[in-house]
């Protein structure tokens, strides 16, 4: 009920500022740069801090039993000026033990059991049968002053979910291991801890932290994980680990364990079970595979020129999955496309893995994939899930709080590399129909603002996530220009990465970027309850040409084209940015210059497509 009234007023005080469009910020974040943890100029203030913690796990898993065994020691560090009295761990796995994603059914065998729980040594309270929620306070027997550290020893265990999704079971002996270990909570600068249920269908918010990762099987399975391979030697039989070796160098795909190999039993060290170690640091989380049936191909692309650095990509999956037998290909192309057009960071990682399995969802260095019988559309959702290696592990953005700030980005980056690829007509048709035309052609009547706190959006939440703020940033891309939008997004990118940004840090990130004043923009997409529908009202001949009178129905600043069709049957596109709308978002006058007479005009948005292109067309008496 708290976070309802919050949100009542949070939209009264934006609506109340409706005139002078000010980005107004709720008060509790409006605190953070109050203290100076955050500033006004896009960059974290002089007094920002985060949290961090050094994770090392080891898990054992002896498929195709679905119990996982855990074992972890955390050191927590404080780095705020808050003395915690009590930490909050995240059992995500617990979202199995009440109604699910989609609507599944209850698992009540698959929730986290912690089998012992030490801090600093001595032994903590935990009660199994009231930590049955993804989120759980302990107390700490002294308090964590500013500054100190806590270490943690828990033991785990869990049954591995059936379902398909972003983690569990795949087949009898090929399992994906996600959120699969007690992990502290963010605790941030402008909300404290973050107690947001995990209820299946938002995403995450993590700290970045350094992993050290044991995952212990039986002989010939093999592992994939976040991270970096330890000792390839010591879990894989020579001439395997010299084929992954090669793959770190190589253009061409290299078949590290085909089906004839697997079939062999010949491809890990023959003790009775392996431990495979993996480290990653700064990072905000790990997942993991195991299967002794899938193949594994690889391959590596550069990603940054001035460091000749390459990043090692692989592919896990059944061989029946024609889909993936491109995989390693398809992202090389997205990694090197990435890293060098937009957002133009170098991949900031040493490997990607796609796994196949069912969730079309992104990890860090970690794809879990379904197969699609298309590969035009399987390369679509791949592109789009490597697309969150920026958007939120490089940019540590809060997905269950604020999703466009990382979905949005995928979805926009999806279409760049789409055209890239595909050319611009197939490309803008795929977005058109996947993120555009069930929203535009909808109602409007309970439209919700982009900035609307996700567990808050009630009304067409998908498109406030992915289409919404992907078109807010193309049309931003559309007015500023290539080279000055590539600029001001680096601006946001260099001021955050490693950091937990939030919307107010990337409007003010972008505004110092692009030099430009952006508020008037920000506040239509983000704060209002617009959507996209023009109306060509009135077309009158003019000294020069002709002025077009142009009413935003819906409200959006989008961009648009000016088709003429001439009478001498010739056409022509006279393009409009947003800009045209900085002054008045309602209503406008265009001049359109031309010395030849026009028989007709249509206003044409392209991928912003219009609610009702009835009255979008003028044709001449």
Same mark, same amino acid.
């Given at each position: 009920?708290?976070?309802?009234?919050?949100?009542?007023?949070?939209?009264?005080?934006?609506?109340?500022?409706?005139?002078?469009?000010?980005?107004?910020?709720?008060?509790?974040?409006?605190?953070?740069?109050?203290?100076?943890?955050?500033?006004?100029?896009?960059?974290?203030?002089?007094?920002?801090?985060?949290?961090?913690?050094?994770?090392?796990?080891?898990?054992?898993?002896?498929?195709?039993?679905?119990?996982?065994?855990?074992?972890?020691?955390?050191?927590?560090?404080?780095?705020?000026?808050?003395?915690?009295?009590?930490?909050?761990?995240?059992?995500?796995?617990?979202?199995?033990?009440?109604?699910?994603?989609?609507?599944?059914?209850?698992?009540?065998?698959?929730?986290?059991?912690?089998?012992?729980?030490?801090?600093?040594?001595?032994?903590?309270?935990?009660?199994?049968?009231?930590?049955?929620?993804?989120?759980?306070?302990?107390?700490?027997?002294?308090?964590?002053?500013?500054?100190?550290?806590?270490?943690?020893?828990?033991?785990?265990?869990?049954?591995?979910?059936?379902?398909?999704?972003?983690?569990?079971?795949?087949?009898?002996?090929?399992?994906?291991?996600?959120?699969?270990?007690?992990?502290?909570?963010?605790?941030?600068?402008?909300?404290?801890?973050?107690?947001?249920?995990?209820?299946?269908?938002?995403?995450?918010?993590?700290?970045?932290?350094?992993?050290?990762?044991?995952?212990?099987?039986?002989?010939?399975?093999?592992?994939?994980?976040?991270?970096?391979?330890?000792?390839?030697?010591?879990?894989?039989?020579?001439?395997?680990?010299?084929?992954?070796?090669?793959?770190?160098?190589?253009?061409?795909?290299?078949?590290?364990?085909?089906?004839?190999?697997?079939?062999?039993?010949?491809?890990?060290?023959?003790?009775?079970?392996?431990?495979?170690?993996?480290?990653?640091?700064?990072?905000?989380?790990?997942?993991?595979?195991?299967?002794?049936?899938?193949?594994?191909?690889?391959?590596?692309?550069?990603?940054?020129?001035?460091?000749?650095?390459?990043?090692?990509?692989?592919?896990?999956?059944?061989?029946?999955?024609?889909?993936?037998?491109?995989?390693?290909?398809?992202?090389?192309?997205?990694?090197?496309?990435?890293?060098?057009?937009?957002?133009?960071?170098?991949?900031?990682?040493?490997?990607?893995?796609?796994?196949?399995?069912?969730?079309?969802?992104?990890?860090?260095?970690?794809?879990?994939?379904?197969?699609?019988?298309?590969?035009?559309?399987?390369?679509?959702?791949?592109?789009?899930?490597?697309?969150?290696?920026?958007?939120?592990?490089?940019?540590?953005?809060?997905?269950?709080?604020?999703?466009?700030?990382?979905?949005?980005?995928?979805?926009?980056?999806?279409?760049?590399?789409?055209? @890239?690829?595909? %050319? $611009? =007509?197939?490309?803008?048709? !795929? +977005?058109?129909? /996947?993120?555009?035309?069930?929203?535009?052609?909808?109602?409007?009547?309970?439209?919700?603002?982009?900035?609307?706190?996700?567990?808050?959006?009630?009304?067409?939440?998908?498109?406030?996530?992915?289409?919404?703020?992907?078109?807010?940033?193309?049309?931003?891309?559309?007015?500023?220009?290539?080279?000055?939008?590539?600029?001001?997004?680096?601006?946001?990118?260099?001021?955050?990465?490693?950091?937990?940004?939030?919307?107010?840090?990337?409007?003010?990130?972008?505004? @110092?970027?692009? %030099? $430009? =004043?952006?508020?008037?923009? !920000? +506040?239509?997409? /983000?704060?209002?309850?617009?959507?996209?529908?023009?109306?060509?009202?009135?077309?009158?001949?003019?000294?020069?040409?002709?002025?077009?009178?142009?009413?935003?129905?819906?409200?959006?600043?989008?961009?648009?084209?000016?088709?003429?069709?001439?009478?001498?049957?010739?056409?022509?596109?006279?393009?409009?940015?947003?800009?045209?709308?900085?002054?008045?978002?309602?209503?406008?006058?265009?001049?359109?210059?031309?010395?030849?007479?026009?028989?007709?005009?249509?206003?044409?948005?392209?991928?912003?497509?219009?609610?009702?292109?009835?009255?979008?067309?003028?044709?001449?008496?």
């Amino acid at each position: 009920m708290l976070k309802r009234i919050f949100l009542f007023l949070f939209l009264c005080i934006a609506l109340s500022y409706a005139d002078a469009q000010t980005l107004t910020i709720p008060p509790r974040i409006d605190q953070a740069y109050t203290k100076g943890t955050r500033s006004l100029s896009g960059k974290p203030g002089k007094k920002y801090w985060e949290n961090h913690a050094r994770y090392n796990i080891s898990m054992t898993i002896t498929p195709p039993n679905r119990i996982i065994n855990g074992v972890e020691q955390i050191t927590y560090f404080n780095n705020s000026p808050d003395v915690l009295d009590s930490l909050n761990m995240k059992l995500i796995e617990n979202v199995h033990l009440a109604h699910g994603r989609r609507g599944g059914l209850a698992d009540t065998a698959a929730g986290i059991i912690v089998d012992d729980i030490k801090i600093n040594g001595a032994k903590a309270g935990w009660d199994n049968k009231t930590a049955v929620t993804t989120n759980q306070m302990v107390a700490l027997a002294s308090p964590l002053m500013p500054h100190d550290s806590v270490k943690l020893n828990i033991s785990w265990h869990y049954q591995l979910s059936t379902r398909e999704g972003r983690e569990g079971v795949i087949n009898p002996t090929t399992f994906y291991l996600a959120y699969f270990y007690p992990r502290v909570s963010v605790y941030d600068d402008y909300k404290g801890w973050d107690t947001q249920p995990h209820t299946g269908g938002l995403e995450f918010y993590n700290d970045f932290s350094d992993y050290t990762l044991h995952v212990t099987v039986p002989k010939n399975y093999l592992v994939w994980s976040t991270g970096t391979l330890q000792n390839p030697n010591q879990v894989l039989q020579p001439q395997f680990a010299k084929k992954l070796q090669e793959s770190m160098t190589s253009d061409s795909t290299v078949h590290i364990a085909t089906p004839q190999d697997l079939a062999n039993k010949n491809i890990t060290a023959q003790n009775e079970f392996n431990t495979w170690v993996w480290t990653a640091n700064n990072i905000t989380d790990v997942t993991f595979a195991v299967s002794d049936n899938y193949d594994w191909d690889a391959a590596s692309v550069l990603v940054d020129d001035k460091t000749h650095r390459r990043t090692n990509v692989q592919a896990a999956f059944a061989d029946s999955a024609q889909d993936f037998h491109h995989y390693v290909q398809f992202a090389r192309n997205a990694l090197n496309w990435f890293s060098h057009n937009l957002p133009g960071v170098p991949y900031p990682f040493p490997k990607t893995t796609s796994v196949q399995g069912y969730a079309d969802m992104e990890y860090p260095m970690m794809v879990n994939d379904s197969h699609e019988t298309d590969l035009g559309f399987a390369q679509l959702v791949q592109d789009h899930e490597i697309a969150h290696t920026y958007f939120p592990f490089y940019m540590g953005t809060n997905e269950s709080y604020y999703a466009f700030m990382d979905e949005g980005w995928a979805t926009t980056f999806e279409i760049l590399i789409g055209t @890239a690829e595909k %050319g $611009k =007509k197939v490309a803008d048709d !795929f +977005y058109k129909r /996947f993120r555009v035309n069930r929203w535009t052609h909808g109602p409007h009547e309970k439209e919700m603002p982009i900035i609307t706190p996700s567990p808050e959006t009630t009304f067409n939440a998908g498109d406030n996530f992915y289409g919404k703020p992907s078109l807010s940033y193309l049309a931003l891309k559309d007015m500023l220009g290539d080279a000055l939008f590539k600029k001001a997004l680096q601006t946001y990118m260099s001021n955050w990465n490693g950091k937990h940004p939030i919307p107010w840090d990337y409007f003010y990130s972008m505004e @110092a970027g692009s %030099g $430009k =004043k952006l508020d008037w923009f !920000f +506040y239509n997409w /983000f704060y209002t309850s617009y959507y996209i529908d023009l109306s060509l009202d009135k077309v009158e001949k003019a000294s020069d040409g002709y002025n077009l009178s142009i009413t935003n129905i819906g409200g959006f600043a989008v961009p648009f084209d000016a088709v003429l069709t001439y009478a001498d049957g010739t056409t022509d596109t006279i393009h409009q940015t947003p800009i045209v709308w900085e002054k008045d978002q309602k209503n406008i006058s265009v001049n359109i210059k031309t010395t030849k007479e026009v028989k007709s005009i249509t206003l044409d948005g392209g991928i912003f497509v219009d609610a009702d292109m009835k009255n979008n067309t003028w044709t001449a008496n």
